[in-house]
T-cell receptor
Framework: DTGVSQDPRHKITKRGQNVTFRCDPISEHNRLYWYRQTLGQGPEFLTY????????KSRLLSDRFSAERPKGSFSTLEIQRTEQGDSAMYLCASSLRAGGADTGELFFGEGSRLTVL | AQKVTQAQTEISVVEKEDVTLDCVYETRDTTYYLFWYKQPPSGELVFLIRRNSFDEQNEISGRYSWNFQKSTSSFNFTITASQVVDSAVYFCALTDGQNFVFGPGTRLSVLP
């Protein structure tokens, strides 16, 4: 399978626990994005990387959230001290930005659903 | 700031009807890109189309067609002769080449 893969697909945790999600993008893609989607809403941008550099973070990304892409390949999104409001689907997407004015489309994974009890 | 509005929250049609999903966007950039994505019940967002701000030519792909009008900042999506398999949530999105901003989505139900 050469698509975007996310792990785990589902995570149930108790409030206050830490959780970590992993995303493996399409191998030749240099950009990786994290989005959050709640029921009935569109994806909300959290952060994105070009290679290993984190280029932008949304103000939605509080200090309890941290994302890394240490070798420019896979990425992790960690949420510390989870709150019930963190319950959502966390989506990862990747794209190939080859320079110039062209912008490739995002390819999405199936998402990691987080439930905080 | 960039913004995407999809005023239609939910639409229901009977199979074989045509249906148009509206998308209105806001941006200060002169170069930008617009997208439509489909999210079926299985959940994974699927890319449908991309247009750049310099190309206002309408596009048709099978039963799908897109109408991009810069003058009204709209990028509408029409499905002709809808089918039950078209039932999904459809998202319009906008990017300046950095972050992608998505609209709230339109849930389309095609009834047999």
């Amino acid at each position: 399978d050469t698509g975007v893969s996310q792990d785990p697909r589902h995570k149930i945790t108790k409030r206050g626990q830490n959780v970590t999600f992993r995303c493996d993008p399409i191998s030749e893609h240099n950009r990786l994005y994290w989005y959050r989607q709640t029921l009935g809403q569109g994806p909300e941008f959290l952060t994105y990387f070009q290679n290993e550099a984190q280029l932008e973070k949304s103000r939605l990304l509080s200090d309890r959230f941290s994302a890394e892409r240490p070798k420019g390949s896979f990425s992790t999104l960690e949420i510390q001290r989870t709150e019930q409001g963190d319950s959502a689907m966390y989506l990862c997407a990747s794209s190939l930005r080859a320079g110039g004015a062209d912008t490739g489309e995002l390819f999405f994974g199936e998402g990691s659903r987080l439930t905080v009890l | 700031a960039q913004k995407v509005t999809q005023a239609q929250t939910e639409i229901s049609v009977v199979e074989k009807e045509d249906v148009t999903l509206d998308c209105v966007y806001e941006t200060r950039d002169t170069t930008y890109y617009l997208f439509w994505y489909k999210q079926p019940p299985s959940g994974e967002l699927v890319f449908l189309i991309r247009r750049n701000s310099f190309d206002e030519q309408n596009e048709i792909s099978g039963r799908y067609s897109w109408n991009f009008q810069k003058s009204t900042s709209s990028f509408n999506f029409t499905i002709t002769a809808s089918q039950v398999v078209d039932s999904a949530v459809y998202f319009c999105a906008l990017t300046d080449g950095q972050n992608f901003v998505f609209g709230p989505g339109t849930r389309l139900s095609v009834l047999p």
